[in-house]
């Protein structure tokens, strides 16, 4: 079992390294769930205002529509950014109040969310939606 373990961390180290920080099951508990009610709400906001502005300017000059390549870039770049901020606001308030957002500790929460983000990604790919 030690062996495996020792296995897991060498292959898996950004997903091992984000949880070390903050040891206990309830601090990641806490922060996941609050990034995943929050994101309810905030991801699909952070995505109608980068239609607004960013998106409007490319997507008139390339004639492109909402979902293009840079779009889904930008989601996913944005989905990592505002669960780790989520977080990190958890983790600060409540459980690390040293925790700084200018941090290694910071880089990690995003690490950790590009791979849940990323995985989210993969399964559109594998099981795509229809309409």
């Known amino acids: 079992m030690r062996k495996l373990f020792i296995i897991a961390i060498i292959l898996f180290p950004p997903v ?3 949880n070390v920080v903050w040891p206990s099951a309830i601090a990641d ?3 996941n769930a609050a990034s995943s009610i ?9 995505g109608i205002a980068w239609e607004f502005f960013p998106a409007s300017i490319y997507q008139q000059a390339f004639d492109w ?5 840079v779009t889904w870039v930008a989601t996913f770049i944005l989905g990592c950014f505002i669960n780790a901020v989520i977080e990190g606001a958890v983790y600060k308030k409540w459980f690390a ?6 941090s290694r500790e910071f880089l990690w929460l995003l690490v950790a969310n590009a791979i849940s983000v ?14």
């Open 16 to 18: 091992v390294y984000a």
């Open 118 to 131: 990323g995985a989210a990604y993969i399964s559109f790919l594998i099981v795509p939606l229809k309409a």
């Open 65 to 69: 529509g909402t979902f293009n390549p």
């Open 97 to 102: 109040p040293h925790f700084r957002y200018k």
């Open 29 to 31: 508990l806490s922060a």
């Open 38 to 46: 929050a994101g309810i709400l905030l991801i699909p906001l952070a």
